[in-house]
């Protein structure tokens, strides 16, 4: 099994959040339309061009984002970030908010929620081993739908060219399906002339994504629903087999 051909995520509606493995940061970013302003490191390798002095921590202008998107984030080991409007904003920051800060990128984990209305953040981007474990929180649902949108057609285009974007309700359908930890195996596709059909398997909640990797097909032949996403006359649909 090709693990960088499967994509296995769990929607957590109350928490604003998407567990995934196999999205990695370039996948992410890339497939944002409304792109992203500032970005403040909380965790990474990456030595740019502006430091806080107040946070100690490396931030990203957007003009500079660009050359972050190209760095291969997955050697830092631990890669963790929140966007932000305004670099003022990074200075009125008080003790409070900066421990928070401090803790999400520590601990993977929000103290008193993943969302801070001075950095006017839209995401909160938590990653270990980027691409294995990403867990990332969405202010607007409509924005993560967005990406989703963009995602997984681009990690297809390498089975058929011709890929379109999703629709944000189909997108919408596959985070709901997300919610009992959908396994997209695009290694499985089928491919004819006119369509290409992808499996997806509910699998339940497993947040150890070694076991998922490691025991693919046991969790594939216990899964407790079968569906496929299929792109045919230049749509995307979600089909059920199953009598």
């Given at each position: 099994m090709k693990t960088?051909?499967?994509?296995?995520?769990?929607?957590?509606?109350?928490?604003?959040?998407?567990?995934?493995?196999?999205?990695?940061?370039?996948?992410?970013?890339?497939?944002?339309?409304?792109?992203?302003?500032?970005?403040?490191?909380l965790v990474s390798g990456y030595a740019g061009e502006d430091y806080?002095?107040?946070?100690?921590?490396?931030?990203?202008?957007?003009?500079?984002?660009?050359?972050?998107?190209?760095?291969?984030?997955?050697?830092?080991?631990?890669f963790c970030w929140i966007d932000f409007d305004q670099v003022e904003a990074l200075d009125r920051l008080d003790a409070q908010e900066k421990a928070e800060l401090l803790y999400l990128g520590h601990y993977k984990k929000a103290l008193n929620g993943p969302f801070f209305s001075k950095l006017n953040n839209r995401f909160v981007y938590l990653a270990h081993d980027d691409g294995w474990y990403n867990k990332v929180f969405h202010k607007d649902k409509t924005d993560y739908l967005d990406a989703m949108c963009h995602i997984i057609p681009n990690k297809l285009k390498k089975y058929k060219r011709g890929l379109l974007p999703m629709g944000l309700d189909l997108a919408n359908q596959l985070l709901s399906l997300?919610?009992?930890?959908?396994?997209?195996?695009?290694?499985?596709?089928?491919?004819?002339?006119?369509?290409?059909?992808?499996?997806?398997?509910?699998?339940?909640?497993?947040?150890?994504?070694?076991?998922?990797?490691?025991?693919?097909?046991?969790?594939?032949?216990?899964?407790?629903?079968?569906?496929?996403?299929?792109?045919?006359?230049?749509?995307?649909?979600?089909?059920?087999?199953?009598?």
């Amino acid at each position: 099994m090709k693990t960088r051909d499967v994509i296995y995520m769990i929607y957590n509606e109350k928490e604003q959040s998407v567990t995934s493995t196999g999205i990695a940061f370039a996948d992410f970013a890339t497939s944002l339309s409304q792109q992203l302003n500032h970005v403040l490191l909380l965790v990474s390798g990456y030595a740019g061009e502006d430091y806080h002095k107040g946070l100690q921590l490396e931030f990203v202008r957007k003009e500079h984002l660009n050359d972050l998107y190209q760095q291969n984030v997955y050697q830092y080991g631990n890669f963790c970030w929140i966007d932000f409007d305004q670099v003022e904003a990074l200075d009125r920051l008080d003790a409070q908010e900066k421990a928070e800060l401090l803790y999400l990128g520590h601990y993977k984990k929000a103290l008193n929620g993943p969302f801070f209305s001075k950095l006017n953040n839209r995401f909160v981007y938590l990653a270990h081993d980027d691409g294995w474990y990403n867990k990332v929180f969405h202010k607007d649902k409509t924005d993560y739908l967005d990406a989703m949108c963009h995602i997984i057609p681009n990690k297809l285009k390498k089975y058929k060219r011709g890929l379109l974007p999703m629709g944000l309700d189909l997108a919408n359908q596959l985070l709901s399906l997300a919610q009992e930890g959908i396994l997209v195996d695009s290694y499985r596709s089928i491919k004819s002339r006119s369509s290409l059909e992808v499996p997806l398997y509910i699998i339940g909640e497993v947040m150890d994504f070694d076991d998922v990797h490691n025991d693919m097909e046991r969790y594939k032949a216990k899964a407790g629903s079968v569906y496929w996403l299929v792109f045919h006359n230049k749509q995307w649909t979600i089909r059920s087999y199953q009598e």
